[in-house]
């Protein structure tokens, strides 16, 4: 466990989100721009996305983005078929995205450049402009986040969200969408202002054995992302689940000593059905927390538009699992057996 008064690296990183998508929106905005002007020129009808880890959790992310604003199917690859296989996705008609903070896993990398030699329209969103992934895709746009120090990836993330609303905006040519996502790294230093709730919100997490985090529809991802973070970083056993899913089987493991983290930003669609779902479970579990509309024990989130609440939203998240970890007694900026890079094959 870090030293009292010693800062840490991830909480400063934590902190760094709201400039970090600022700059992003600021300096790739007209590149973007132009960029979904040459893609209209294509006959896309599909998205296909290789990523690893976190930034599999922004892929999951454009999957509603591109959904929602473009009506664009987008599927997740399966690096592992052009890698371990050999048999690469036919890609006729994809725009093909690959998305990393270092841009240096090889099975990521050998998707794109495999995609390109196809003839598809290849995007690199990555960190390192002069990385690998960017020296493989035929275009590149660069989350200007800065070096991310921290083994845990939290403002590579949100970037990375950025840039695909960004794009999936730019596609849809609607002036006032790019207007409302200017206006989110606001609603996130809302979010850091209120830290003391997530940190009393972990207390509950010191000794929970299991959590789940359920979400349903855009904020799905944000489970995704919530729910590592939790495991990296106060090694938890927490597992995301779309609260239709969990209804299907894994409700049945609810006890009173298991934690549930339910996300549901004012003014969501699922909002509803997760906030009868914690109804239903209020009498099983004593371990109950939110994400969502300001009330007593939740940790508050402004109203933004819910296609862009999951840069939002996930900070709490990050902020939980950060003092989770101390309250656990774990180091949040040396999290146990991982390393900053990780290189698959």
Avoid at 177 to 189: C, F, G, W
Avoid at 220 to 244: G, N, Q
Avoid at 316 to 328: D, S
Wanted: proline share 7%; charged share 25%.
């Amino acid at each position: 466990m870090p030293r009292a008064g010693v800062p840490s690296v991830l909480r400063g990183e934590i902190a760094e989100q709201p400039d970090a998508v600022a700059r992003l929106l600021g300096r790739e905005r007209g590149w973007t721009i132009s960029y979904a002007r040459s893609l209209a020129r294509r006959d896309i009808r599909f998205v296909l996305v290789a990523a690893r880890g976190t930034s599999d959790n922004a892929a999951r992310y454009a999957q509603y983005a591109f959904g929602v604003t473009n009506r664009l199917p987008v599927a997740l690859a399966a690096p592992s078929l052009t890698t371990l296989y050999r048999r690469p996705p036919r890609v006729a008609g994809a725009l093909v995205i690959g998305i990393s903070q270092s841009g240096r896993s090889p099975d990521v990398v050998e998707t794109i450049a495999a995609a390109r030699r196809a003839g598809a329209p290849t995007l690199a969103i990555v960190n390192d402009a002069s990385s690998p992934l960017a020296r493989a895709a035929a275009d590149v746009l660069p989350l200007h986040a800065g070096r991310e120090l921290s083994v845990a990836a939290t403002k590579t993330y949100t970037a990375q969200l950025a840039a695909v609303a960004l794009l999936s905006r730019a596609l849809a040519g609607r002036r006032a969408d790019l207007e409302e996502l200017e206006r989110v790294p606001a609603a996130m230093e809302a979010v850091l202002r209120r830290e003391k709730e997530a940190e009393g919100a972990a207390l509950h997490l010191a000794r929970a054995g299991r959590a789940f985090v359920l979400a349903r529809g855009i904020n799905y991802p944000t489970a995704h992302e919530i729910a590592l973070k939790l495991k990296e970083l106060a090694l938890l056993m927490a597992e995301p689940y779309s609260t239709a899913d969990f209804r299907h089987g894994p409700i049945a493991m609810v006890d009173e000593e298991l934690a549930i983290l339910f996300i549901a930003p004012p003014g969501s669609r699922a909002a509803p059905e997760v906030s009868l779902l914690a109804r239903e479970l209020g009498g099983r579990s004593r371990r109950l927390l939110f994400i969502g509309p300001k009330r007593a024990g939740a940790m508050s989130m402004p109203a933004v538009p819910e296609l862009l609440s999951p840069l939002v939203a996930v900070v709490p998240g990050q902020l939980l699992a950060f003092h989770a970890a101390r309250a656990r007694g774990f180091d949040p900026d040396r999290p146990r057996g991982l390393s900053k890079v990780t290189r698959t094959r």
